[in-house]
């Protein structure tokens, strides 16, 4: 059974039909490419705030705010 977890940020976050066409697309992908049952693939988007993850020691909004 196909497991992917996909990890975006919250800001400008994906709307509900963004989050269904990654969930379909990413299915197809792997019954396209890697041969595996539509019916068993298993998508999960996880939302993450950009205070909660950093890059260089600081985190992504302070990143974000000087670039």
Known sequence: MPFVNIKIT???GPTKEQ???LI???TD???QV?????AS???II???????????????TEV???A
């Open 10 to 12: 919250k800001e400008n």
């Open 19 to 21: 989050k269904e066409a």
């Open 24 to 26: 379909a697309g990413v």
């Open 29 to 31: 992908l792997l019954a």
């Open 34 to 38: 890697a041969h595996r049952n539509r």
């Open 41 to 43: 693939t298993v998508v």
């Open 46 to 60: 996880e939302e993450v705030d950009t205070d909660n993850y950093g890059l260089g020691g600081k985190s992504i």
């Open 64 to 66: 974000r705010k000087q």
